[in-house]
Structure formats: C-alpha cells, structure tokens
C-alpha cells in the first residue's frame, strides 16, 4: 500500500515572505517555445532561505560548512510533529513537553517539527514564534539531531545575537525554517526533506514532505 504524504512545504513565487531586505523570489524566461526553439528554460533568482529550506552552519558560523557539505542523514528519517500554536514569542519547554517523555529518551525521534500557527502566514510576520535556546538545548541532551518549525526562523526576527542557532551550532544540530504543518496532526512521521548540493551557499531550499510510518 501507498503511504500518504503530506506536503509541508509553502508555494514559491514572487508574493512568497521574505526576511525583511532578503532576496525575494523572481524569474525570467530565457528561452521560450517557438519557431526554432523546442523548450521552455527559465532562470530563478532568489535567496536560498526562501520558502521550505535548511540553514547550513555557514549561515550562522564564519568558518561553517557550506549546505553542499553537510551530511543528509539528519533530514531523512523518523520525526515527530508537536503543536505549540498560542505558545507566544518563544517554544519554552511547557509547550512541547506533552509530546515528550524525557524520562524515555530513546523513545525521542531525532527531529521535531513545531507548530506554531493556526495558519500559516502569506506575509512576512515580524512577531513570528522562535524556540528559547533552552528548548533546543533540552531536545540535544535527549539525542534530537534536526529542529523543525513553520515560521521564517528559530530566533526571533528581531534578534542580534541568534542564541538559538548558536545553540544548534555548538550541539551540532540542524534547522528547517518556513515549513508549513497546518494539516498535520501531532504525532510521528518519516520526514524527508533534502537540501540542494549547492558547494558554497549558506542554505537550500528543500522540498519538505511527511510521510506516513505505515
């Protein structure tokens, strides 16, 4: 039998929320079918950081890792969706303990998704939810190797010094931002969500999708 999937990725186009002073998406026709030409071929400028994507070390670390280089096995695999919507500005941990028993750590899948909205947004919010850097810290010491959210970023859209994604740099854990989790019950997942080999960007768009363990 087929499992269902779910697709948690937003649409891309050029209405598509951008960090305020990011690259917004656009495109542009290079070729188009005609007399003497067989193909429609297009060129796509954007940031990688728009819509579904995964932040590569380099984003927040100087000396990080290109996303090209970055191992995959933390974006494929058993993972657990937790819904935290009202939670405020920052996921502490009494909004997703419901869906973790610490006391049972191997029963922890290796990524969680967090849900924040009812709905996701199709503008940019600049009041977006983030997790407290003691959440993540929490979710490393319990085995998690890859975090999950549906807003624009784990550190608040005002944040100067992205104590979150520090975190997940000394941990050594990865991020997926601007996931879309608006259809998806809580419970657990297989996700697969693989970033572009792209050998010198700070991150890569992915095409992020739940599928069901059975």
């Given at each position: 039998m087929?499992?269902?999937?779910?697709?948690?990725?937003?649409?891309?186009?050029?209405?598509?929320?951008?960090?305020?002073g990011?690259?917004?998406y656009?495109?542009?026709?290079?070729?188009?079918?005609?007399p003497?030409?067989?193909?429609?071929?297009?060129?796509?400028h954007?940031?990688?950081?728009?819509?579904?994507?995964?932040?590569?070390p380099?984003?927040?670390?100087?000396q990080?890792?290109?996303?090209?280089?970055v191992?995959?096995?933390a974006?494929l695999?058993?993972?657990?969706?937790?819904?935290?919507?009202?939670?405020?500005?920052?996921?502490?941990w009494?909004?997703?303990?419901?869906?973790?028993?610490?006391?049972?750590?191997?029963?922890v899948?290796?990524r969680?998704?967090?849900r924040?909205?009812?709905?996701?947004?199709?503008?940019w919010?600049?009041?977006?939810?983030?997790?407290?850097?003691e959440t993540?810290?929490?979710?490393?010491d319990?085995?998690?190797?890859?975090?999950?959210?549906?807003?624009?970023?784990?550190?608040?859209?005002?944040?100067?010094?992205?104590?979150?994604?520090m975190?997940?740099?000394?941990?050594?854990?990865?991020?997926?931002?601007?996931?879309?989790?608006?259809d998806?019950?809580e419970?657990?997942?297989?996700?697969?969500?693989?970033?572009l080999?792209?050998?010198?960007a700070?991150?890569?768009?992915?095409?992020?999708?739940?599928?069901?363990?059975?």
């Amino acid at each position: 039998m087929t499992r269902q999937i779910w697709d948690i990725s937003p649409p891309i186009a050029p209405s598509s929320p951008v960090f305020p002073g990011d690259t917004a998406y656009s495109q542009e026709w290079c070729a188009t079918i005609g007399p003497g030409c067989p193909v429609n071929v297009s060129a796509i400028h954007l940031s990688p950081h728009v819509g579904a994507h995964a932040d590569a070390p380099l984003h927040y670390d100087a000396q990080g890792a290109a996303i090209g280089a970055v191992d995959l096995n933390a974006f494929l695999g058993p993972c657990r969706v937790i819904h935290a919507m009202g939670c405020g500005p920052l996921i502490e941990w009494q909004h997703i303990e419901h869906a973790i028993n610490s006391d049972l750590p191997e029963q922890v899948p290796e990524r969680i998704l967090v849900r924040t909205y009812q709905t996701a947004p199709t503008s940019w919010d600049p009041d977006l939810a983030a997790y407290a850097p003691e959440t993540v810290q929490k979710l490393a010491d319990l085995g998690v190797k890859l975090i999950g959210i549906d807003t624009a970023s784990i550190d608040p859209a005002t944040s100067k010094t992205l104590d979150s994604h520090m975190v997940i740099r000394q941990r050594g854990l990865r991020v997926l931002e601007n996931l879309v989790l608006d259809d998806v019950a809580e419970g657990d997942y297989e996700l697969i969500a693989l970033p572009l080999k792209l050998t010198q960007a700070d991150a890569s768009p992915v095409r992020a999708i739940l599928r069901a363990l059975r």
